[in-house]
């Protein structure tokens, strides 16, 4: 007899109307006084109203009102820009949280000359974090040092902000990860982040 799983829950877009995991939505709910909120960690109480990960479904669920009809009424008047970042927000200071906490546990490496050595050398290395506005000659550089390991690569935020979320006063272009739970959260949240950039910007 084959072992029952328990099913994913599973919900639909208020605006497209596309299925998909729960996991892979993001999630909204209505606060007392009638603010529409995103929730990212889909753990706040209350009833869930739910779209893709695209800021082209959250604008059409706001222009159908959507919310009001997912909240029956409860929910105010929703300014799309408004809400829309919020959930850029929330994104980024999710991959905030988890550079600083793998920060904190000894678990990052930055500067040019320390990531070069870590991806070198013979400890394990789960990461290579890229900050977006490095050149593309840099970039090219550090993507053939991680081939070489067959390394993740996630580009995120700019030189200046990875620096302060090192606790550096100078700029960051390249981190690695030296943890694999670490580098797993961090891959997520940025793929997450980077596919709504993308809806955002119409790529």
């Known amino acids: ?18 299925e998909a995991d729960k996991a892979a939505l993001l999630r909204f709910v209505c606060a ?7 929730d990212l960690e889909q753990k706040l109480p209350g009833r869930g109203a739910y779209t893709c990960l695209s800021r082209a479904c959250l604008l059409q669920a ?11 009424g409860e929910a105010g008047v929703v300014d799309p820009q408004e809400l829309s970042g919020m959930v850029l927000q929330l994104m980024e200071r999710r991959i905030s949280g988890y550079l600083s906490l793998a920060a904190k546990a000894g678990a990052l490496v930055s500067g040019s000359e320390a990531v070069e050595r ?13 900050a977006g506005d ?4 840099i970039a090219d550089k550090w993507h053939s040092l991680a ?16 620096g302060q979320l090192m606790g550096k006063d100078s700029e960051r272009s390249a981190v690695v990860v030296m943890s694999d ?7 997520r949240e940025c793929e997450r982040y980077r596919t709504y950039l993308e809806e ?4």
């Open 1 to 18: 007899m084959a072992a029952l799983s328990a099913a994913v829950p599973r919900r639909s877009c208020m605006a497209c109307r596309r």
């Open 32 to 38: 007392p006084d009638g603010t529409v909120v995103p």
């Open 62 to 72: 706001v222009a159908r009102r959507s919310f009001q009809r997912a909240f029956k």
């Open 118 to 130: 870590a991806l070198k050398g013979t400890r394990p290395v789960y990461l290579l974090l890229l």
């Open 134 to 137: 490095i050149s593309p000659a």
């Open 147 to 162: 081939a070489r390991s067959q390394l993740p690569v996630v580009r995120v935020f700019d030189k200046d902000a990875v």
């Open 181 to 187: 739970g670490f580098a797993r959260s961090l891959i």
């Open 200 to 203: 955002e910007n119409g790529r």
